[in-house]
């Protein structure tokens, strides 16, 4: 009867046995590309690998533990307490952005978890970020709130779903107007909500000292648009998280 293969026994890789090399060619090749950061180094500074940039806007460690397993080769793993990685802006922009990045939160229940922020402070261009709000009102439920730094939060209205890895997206449109995408699916959108242009500094698993992430991020990405549908569908897919 020839050969027969049972489909049901199919064992999906994860970790570093995912197609990663295949990841980093595809985000490398995204128009309007700012800032890329693998984050599978084993020490040293996370470096930004976008070519249009490449060698200026890399990110200083602090904390962080480099070289363990993620969904898609080697991530950062981060204690909640005082890990980040800084790094000069990416742009001083609050349209036409997006923000990305594969992450997983190791406590649901843990308050104020930032995954990635653009910008900084308290004055006039305070930027924005994506965080996990689990412990902390405004709610204490897991939520996945976007930051305008020191003014307000924004509840999307999602609850982050376990401690699995997820991709996740922030896109502010042409005008401004934000969007969230988990896994490639939109959860969130706003046709009102506005956000502040950013300033100072740019981060990664931290806000400026206001939350901090309890968990891995690998293959974070910033790009001066809002990225297409198509383009966070094959993201996600290569991850073997669509």
């Keep these: 009867m020839g050969n027969f293969l049972d489909s049901t026994n ?7 046995f995912l197609d990663s090399q295949g990841l980093f060619s595809y985000i490398l090749s995204l128009p309007d590309l700012v ?7 084993t020490s040293g500074d996370a470096i930004n690998q976008a070519p249009a940039t490449k060698g200026t806007l890399n990110g200083t460690i602090t904390g962080a533990t480099q070289g363990v397993a993620g969904q898609v080769g080697r991530a950062y793993s981060f204690d909640g307490v005082n890990d980040q990685i800084t790094m000069d802006l990416w742009a001083a922009v609050n349209t036409n952005i997006t923000m990305g990045t594969i992450c997983k939160t190791n406590d649901l229940a843990e308050g104020r978890q930032s995954i990635i922020s653009n910008g900084g402070g308290s004055g006039g261009n305070r930027g924005y970020s994506l965080v996990i709000n ?3 009102t405004p709610t204490t439920d897991g939520s996945l709130f976007i930051l305008d730094h020191f003014v307000k939060w924004v509840d999307t209205g999602y609850n982050w779903p376990d401690t699995n890895f997820h991709i996740v997206d922030l ?3 042409s005008s401004g107007f934000p969007s969230i995408f988990v896994d490639g699916i939109q959860k969130y959108s706003s046709g009102s909500v506005t956000f502040s242009s ?3 500094t740019s981060a990664i698993g931290m806000d ?4 901090f992430m309890n968990g891995k991020i690998q293959h974070a990405y910033i790009l001066n648009q809002a990225l297409a549908n198509g383009n966070r569908l094959k993201i996600a897919r290569i991850a073997r998280l669509a």
Excluded: F, S
Excluded at 10 to 16: A, F, T, W
Excluded at 35 to 41: K, R, T, V, W
């Design 10 to 16: 199919i064992v999906k890789p994860k970790g570093l």
């Design 208 to 211: 400026l000292g206001l939350g």
């Design 198 to 200: 950013a300033n100072t």
């Design 134 to 136: 689990g412990g902390v």
């Design 171 to 173: 896109v502010l449109n």
């Design 35 to 41: 800032a890329y950061y693998p984050l599978n180094e």
